[in-house]
């Protein structure tokens, strides 16, 4: 059995990393996340060399926070592509993937910026292969049009990043009303062809 000292100290440094977790999450969802390290610390109650001995950058600090996320939208994805209507779980999917946007200004430059960890790595190819079946049964039901990708579900992202970003305090529902443009625009009657590639679309 581990020293009563040792055990301590685990206790100890599990329960700052809590306390940072929290805390960030807290200063991400109101001040975004370029908030300033020094402040996470003391909204967290410990010293910055409590912060950086668990969490060496912002990234690694990030990851942490957010990684229940995508586990929300990797298992967002698996139920939309159990939907028997193909087309109701495309637009399941998408939008609560928004609203999850919406709700977090933290999450909300997230989702626009990426994550880089192994473990959001592994989350993001998990939504990926439910959402890659779930379109494709969409195409062969003509609902999706055929020229959609997974890769153009960033502009998705990226509109909707910005309009909640410039909507909050004035519209916070308004993105509804963009995700409604989009929705159409991804629907296949009355589609024509795209221009250009999505984003980290390759020549096959």
């Known amino acids: 059995m581990p020293p009563a000292e040792s055990r ?11 306390l940072l977790l929290r805390a960030a999450r807290e200063m991400f969802a109101e001040h975004g996340v370029d908030v300033a390290m020094a402040d996470i610390a003391r909204h967290a109650g410990v010293s910055n060399g409590t912060l950086y001995n668990r969490f060496p ?7 942490a926070v957010f990684l229940d996320r995508l586990e929300t939208l990797a ?10 209507d193909p087309w109701q779980g495309v637009v399941a999917y998408v939008t609560g993937m928004c609203a999850l946007q919406a709700q977090d200004r933290g ?3 997230v989702a626009a910026r990426g994550l880089r960890s192994g473990a959001a790595q592994a989350l993001q190819l998990r939504g990926a292969t439910a959402l890659e079946d779930l379109f494709a049964r969409a195409k062969s039901a003509g609902e999706l049009r055929p020229d959609l990708t997974l890769g153009d579900l960033a502009f998705v992202v990226w509109g909707i990043s910005r309009t909640v ?3 909050r305090e004035t519209a916070p529902h308004a993105w509804r009303r963009h995700l409604a ?3 159409d625009g991804m629907r296949a009657a009355g589609a024509r ?8 679309a390759h020549d096959s």
Request: glycine content about 2%; hydrophobic content about 40%.
């Open 57 to 63: 950058t912002r990234q690694n600090l990030i990851d």
């Open 165 to 167: 970003e410039m909507t």
């Open 75 to 84: 298992t967002l994805a698996e139920a939309a592509a159990a939907e028997p």
């Open 181 to 183: 443009l989009y929705l």
């Open 8 to 18: 301590v100290l685990r206790s100890d440094a599990r329960r700052n990393r809590e």
């Open 107 to 109: 999450f909300n430059e």
């Open 193 to 200: 062809p795209l221009p250009d590639r999505a984003p980290g």
